[in-house]
């Protein structure tokens, strides 16, 4: 019995430590993020703020999002979410920050989000488009507050430190990197605008193509007209000297 009971120590031992495994990696992956998790310096971007509920008896019904003071937006704009209000908060700024030459005196500094319900098991995305971009920043830090129907807040305010563990309630962090070569810091809007102008660009030449084709056609057509009423000509001008 006991070299039974020995041998199978060596098993319990192991899902233990797998369920301790399985336990601290959990609420790594719960907290509220920006997605993507990157954007270019000096542009505009379209980023989501990604809350997932990570509790099982309540729903998370306010989300409020504090944008840095030390690197203010000149735009912030929020895409409409089905079955939440949206609450955009601007402040007047202690230094204008200069956007396409006009001086900003007031920027958007919170978005809250309410009226909505993200039930357990469940994650909402929440869209703004940001700009423009700083370009002496290597990230943006956006604190925020995570708010359930049971009346808990929690705050995802930690900023997390190169090097150190994850703090336990980090802040959503937008990596800010240098643009792309060629690029022109308008993201995918950009991107998409260019392949339309592209398309365009490639359906006007078919259309020329097309148009210059018919001409050709035409000309080709009078020309063998031409011709064929010269040929009929001198058949019967040839015809009237045989019979003369």
């Given at each position: 019995?006991n070299?039974?009971?020995?041998?199978?120590?060596?098993?319990?031992?192991?899902?233990?430590?797998?369920?301790?495994?399985?336990?601290?990696a959990?609420?790594?992956?719960?907290?509220?993020?920006?997605?993507?998790?990157?954007?270019?310096?000096?542009?505009y971007?379209?980023?989501?703020?990604?809350v997932?509920?990570?509790r099982?008896?309540?729903?998370?019904?306010?989300?409020?999002?504090?944008?840095?003071?030390?690197?203010?937006?000149?735009?912030?704009?929020?895409?409409?979410?089905?079955?939440?209000?949206?609450?955009?908060?601007?402040s007047?700024?202690?230094?204008?920050?200069?956007?396409?030459?006009?001086?900003i005196n007031?920027a958007?500094?919170?978005?809250?989000?309410?009226?909505?319900?993200?039930?357990?098991g469940?994650?909402?995305?929440?869209?703004?488009?940001?700009?423009?971009?700083?370009?002496?920043?290597d990230?943006?830090?956006?604190?925020a507050?995570?708010?359930y129907?049971?009346?808990?807040?929690?705050?995802?305010?930690?900023?997390?430190?190169?090097?150190?563990?994850?703090?336990?309630?980090?802040?959503?962090?937008?990596?800010?990197?240098d643009?792309?070569?060629?690029?022109d810091?308008?993201?995918a809007?950009?991107?998409?605008?260019?392949?339309k102008?592209?398309?365009?660009?490639?359906?006007?030449?078919?259309?020329?193509?097309?148009?210059g084709?018919?001409?050709?056609?035409?000309?080709?057509?009078?020309?063998?007209?031409?011709?064929?009423?010269?040929?009929?000509?001198?058949?019967?001008?040839?015809?009237?000297?045989?019979?003369?």
């Amino acid at each position: 019995m006991n070299a039974k009971r020995l041998r199978r120590l060596p098993v319990v031992g192991c899902l233990t430590a797998g369920g301790l495994v399985l336990l601290a990696a959990g609420p790594a992956f719960a907290h509220v993020s920006v997605q993507p998790g990157e954007a270019e310096k000096g542009g505009y971007s379209t980023i989501n703020f990604k809350v997932p509920n990570e509790r099982d008896d309540a729903s998370t019904v306010k989300l409020e999002v504090t944008l840095p003071s030390d690197h203010p937006l000149a735009s912030v704009m929020p895409q409409p979410v089905p079955g939440w209000d949206i609450k955009v908060t601007k402040s007047k700024l202690a230094k204008p920050v200069e956007s396409h030459g006009e001086k900003i005196n007031e920027a958007v500094t919170k978005v809250t989000w309410s009226g909505g319900k993200i039930e357990p098991g469940m994650f909402q995305q929440f869209p703004v488009s940001v700009g423009q971009l700083p370009e002496d920043a290597d990230q943006m830090v956006f604190k925020a507050l995570q708010t359930y129907d049971n009346k808990e807040v929690v705050r995802w305010i930690e900023e997390p430190k190169e090097g150190a563990a994850e703090p336990e309630n980090p802040a959503p962090v937008l990596k800010l990197v240098d643009p792309a070569k060629g690029s022109d810091g308008q993201g995918a809007d950009a991107a998409s605008g260019k392949a339309k102008d592209a398309t365009a660009g490639s359906e006007a030449a078919a259309s020329d193509d097309k148009d210059g084709s018919d001409t050709t056609a035409r000309v080709l057509g009078i020309a063998g007209i031409v011709i064929g009423a010269a040929g009929v000509a001198f058949g019967v001008v040839a015809g009237r000297r045989r019979s003369a």
